[in-house]
């Protein structure tokens, strides 16, 4: 069976804030705030070794009475969350006629509980493994050092002394995707992604679920169908996972870390502050970044030297990546049963 699940948030919002001025005179201003996001999914796949979707093709046991399928869970840019999918299994029913439909007969059947999952030694994989991150940076820069002619233009507008040393804190930075190495399938390797999987457990279905071909049979009040994990994946935002992504950010050039118009840019015009009233300046009280020529302005820009805010985990906005269990799906058939062709049904659930 395959089981498609998306959380989705909108692709785009705009919401009114009403800010009201007060008692008397009040004002009232509207602000449109939009958001552009891309809606996340999830997505879980129940298939074949050759990638063919079991709930179209079946999965055939033949005379080995046991065959391997896939499970396979694919995430884009979701919130980092856990997820769980598990499998329960109806009794097996003989099947009576001819051709290729199964009436299922009741009185010929073989339990759920001579059916079970098993792994083999490599029974994980994981594949494009990447983490979306919404960094912070501060940025500095001593003037005087980089253009002592500039420094003196900055005191001289802003009347400050200190106005060559810029210092700018928790600058919001350009959303980041950065690709996760998988260095290999052990509980060592796989501790270090931002989502770990686990391969799920062996066992046998000891109570029966009640859909698909055993859905005519279902007694009026069953005992719950036994659930056998099959995949599992935990949320892994530890401090050594974010220090993985802090040093795979830290040297990324200024101009693909942060915007340079819409938050460098101001935060330099507000750091450098007003002009103040001189000889050499008639317009006392604009702001000093707006009287600086273009060159200027670049060169300030150009020589700012960011550091990055140690990330925290409410930073790491979306994880993708493709994880998969192998199980192996077994029938042990009682020296009592009739020959004949028997189908069941496999229930695999997420999330």
Known sequence: MRSKA???AAGAAVISLVAVAGAAGAQTSLVNVSLANTSPTRTLYVENLAGQDLSQSGLNLGSLRSAPFRVRVVDQTMTPQNFSVSATMTNLYQCS???SSCTPVQSQSIDSSNVSLSYGTNP????NVSATVAPLFNFSEDVSTVDSSLCTTLQTLSGNPGACTISLTSLQ???QTLNQAVSGLTASALSGLPLV?????AGAFASPDWQGVASAFKPSNPAAPTQLPVLTGGSNLTSGVLT???NALATSPTNSIVDVNSVLVPALSNALGTAVASATNANAGGPVWALLTTAQQNELVANLTPALVPILAAQV???SGTYMSFPTLNVSVPNTAAGGTYEGTLVVTGF
């Open 6 to 8: 998306k959380l989705a």
């Open 97 to 99: 006629g001819s051709g």
């Open 124 to 127: 994980l994989d994981v594949l």
């Open 173 to 175: 930075g350009l959303p």
């Open 197 to 201: 999987p686990q391969s799920g457990s």
């Open 244 to 246: 993985t992504l802090q």
């Open 317 to 319: 906005t979306g994880l």
